[in-house]
């Protein structure tokens, strides 16, 4: 009994440490290899190196923590590693940057939002919506978000459609197959022309047109309403 209470309270500790120590941040000083991980504050969401299905090569993705086969953002998904030995790293200058073993650039995080501006105390986080942030010491200073680039997945609190102050298109799009998260022909976004309304496109043309938003419905599904 004294052996078995031993363990119980080895384990209590064990797990208690493993939980404290997880990060959901990192600074320039600190950086993330292939299987170590970042996991948002309440454990939803786990950002870290992966392959998906039977391929061999390796992607920076954001997954459930309760469910790691459901991939929800990928990084690098047309550049991806051929090993494990990539580094993910955000930069003095607010950058995310995936490094392969030769220190050569795999992918970086757009940086429009940081060129020619002084960035002080830039962090990376991953948040409990599964969005990943980066940003500057002032907590106001969003200097870039996953949320902007979505991939095949559309989460709470993502947008789709066009920021007017940035210019950029946010849209969703389906990967290749399992294996590859690269985007294939079929996206989903916003279609300006006229009334905007959602639409399910492959390549350059028109496949669903689910209609406007007026509320309660979308206009060409008025069948199909929220619960």
Do not use: C
């Amino acid at each position: 009994m004294k052996a078995f209470s031993a363990l119980f309270v080895y384990s209590f500790i064990l797990s208690f440490l493993r939980t404290s120590n997880t990060l959901d941040t990192i600074t320039p000083s600190q950086f993330i290899r292939d299987g170590e991980t970042l996991v948002s504050a309440s454990r939803f969401f786990e950002l870290g190196f992966f392959s998906p299905g039977s391929s061999k090569s390796r992607y920076v993705g954001i997954w459930f923590v309760v469910s790691s086969d459901t991939v929800v953002w990928v990084a690098n998904r047309e550049t991806p590693l051929e090993n494990h030995h990539g580094v993910l790293k955000v930069t003095n200058k607010g950058i995310l940057v995936l490094l392969a073993s030769a220190n050569t650039t795999i992918w970086q995080s757009n940086t429009s939002r940081t060129a020619g501006n002084k960035i002080n105390n830039p962090t990376a986080q991953l948040l409990d919506s599964g969005n990943l942030l980066v940003k500057g010491g002032n907590i106001e200073s969003l200097l870039w978000q996953s949320f902007d680039y979505p991939r095949d997945t559309f989460l709470p609190e993502m947008k789709i459609g066009w920021d007017l102050v940035t210019g950029l298109d946010r849209y969703i799009t389906s990967w290749k197959s399992a294996e590859d998260p690269a985007p294939s022909e079929i996206s989903a976004r916003l279609d300006r022309r006229g009334l905007p309304q959602l639409v399910v496109m492959k390549g350059d043309k028109i496949k669903v047109r689910p209609g406007s938003w007026n509320g309660l419905s979308f206009t060409g599904i008025p069948w199909l309403m929220p619960q």
